[in-house]
């Protein structure tokens, strides 16, 4: 049975057809009351062989963990789900239709599907930005008392010169709440970022990119996760724009015209990257030089996303190749070609 869905939090729409008998028909399925999941469980009693398509969207793990019932799970591309569409006519119930014909002619742009894993990294990344925001506020707290502290404000000192600041009733109950948020969030992150480090060290690939400067143990665990394996890019540059950091174009008429970053890929994979690279041109020479040229040339914030790009590329030939890093390697489109050995002239 092939089945196209249109999936939304609460609900999916469902059209589908079944090879043998020939019989289709469409269906409206609810999440909440558990009809959903009811209904795919039936089919499997019943020991028909399932194929689903739907868009890649979010608020479906649950969903995919149906897979479970030894259904196939096709995650198609919405980009290229919305080229196929030629009326100008769109619904819940003519989407899954898109889907299920699509489907049916071996036209089905799938796309592939990193492991769950990848997504508990979440956690600690929205914990860490939540604990910047606190900061950020303690720090405008100082400011305004005409204090300029920096990064001295969270050493111990600096804490207890914050904490005898005489301030308005509000602002010392601010104070007080923002400090004691920040004491619970610590630890957790600290047991978050120890977590991150263990699994690193059990995958001998994240182990091999953490020799590169400026990769730590979460960008390093990341890389491996989004990236799934190197196999499925033929050449470095398609990193960069599986990642989302090539410029996006429009151009015609022999003019060109580029615009900013594409950002069509994982969002936390780009962040961690421009970190990396940031850091890498801090303790690294021939970083650090690289990355002021291109800050001279063009500006800060387009040389710090050209820094992470070419990040991106190397950690994708070392992983491909199997080395750790060292500083006489160059990589480039002929890695792996008769006469070089990992990918060097």
């Known amino acids: 049975m092939l089945i196209g869905v249109d999936y939304h939090p609460s609900f999916q729409q469902i059209a589908f057809f079944e090879e043998e ?35 890649a969207t979010g608020y479906s793990r649950w969903f995919e963990r149906l897979a479970e019932l030894d259904f196939e799970i096709w995650m198609g591309d919405p980009a290229e789900i919305k080229a196929k569409r030629v ?17 049916r002619e071996n036209n089905f742009p799938q796309v592939w599907v ?20 606190i900061m950020n506020q303690l720090q405008a707290l100082a400011m305004n008392e005409g204090y300029r502290w920096k990064k001295k404000l969270f050493s111990e000192q600096g804490r207890a010169q914050l904490e005898k600041l005489t301030l308005a009733p509000w602002a010392s109950r601010r104070r007080q709440e923002l400090l004691e948020l920040l004491d619970r969030m610590n630890p957790t992150i600290e047991e978050l970022t120890g977590a991150v480090e263990r699994e690193a060290k059990k995958r001998p690939e ?7 400067p400026g990769v730590g ?20 540059k398609q990193i ?17 015209r580029l615009g900013h970053i594409s950002k069509q890929g994982n969002s936390l994979l780009r962040f961690l990257l421009v970190e990396a690279a940031q850091a890498a041109a801090r303790i690294h020479p021939d970083w650090r030089r690289r990355y002021m040229h291109l800050a001279m040339r063009r500006h ?46």
């Open 87 to 103: 009326k100008k006519q769109k619904n819940d119930r003519n989407d899954a239709r898109l889907l299920l014909r699509l489907m």
């Open 300 to 345: 800060k914030s387009i040389a710090k996303v050209a820094m992470g790009r070419r990040l991106a590329v190397r950690l994708y030939w070392m992983w491909r190749n199997g080395c750790e890093y060292s500083p006489s390697l160059e990589f480039g489109s002929y890695a792996g070609q008769l006469g070089t050995g990992h990918g060097v002239k």
């Open 206 to 212: 994240a182990m091999w990119l953490m020799t590169h």
């Open 114 to 133: 990193p492991s769950p894993e990848n997504r508990d990294l979440w956690h600690r990344h929205r914990l860490v930005q939540m604990r910047t925001r």
């Open 240 to 256: 960069g724009t599986y990642v989302g950091m090539i410029p996006s174009e429009d151009s015609s008429a022999r003019r060109q």
């Open 217 to 236: 143990a979460l960008t390093a665990l990341a890389y491996v996760l989004i990236i799934g394996t190197p196999t499925r890019f033929e050449r470095g």
């Open 21 to 55: 008998t020939g019989e289709c028909g469409e269906q409206e399925l609810n999440h909440s009351d558990g009809q959903a999941e009811k209904f795919y469980r039936d089919l499997k009693e019943r020991g028909i062989c399932v194929r689903v398509g739907m868009e």
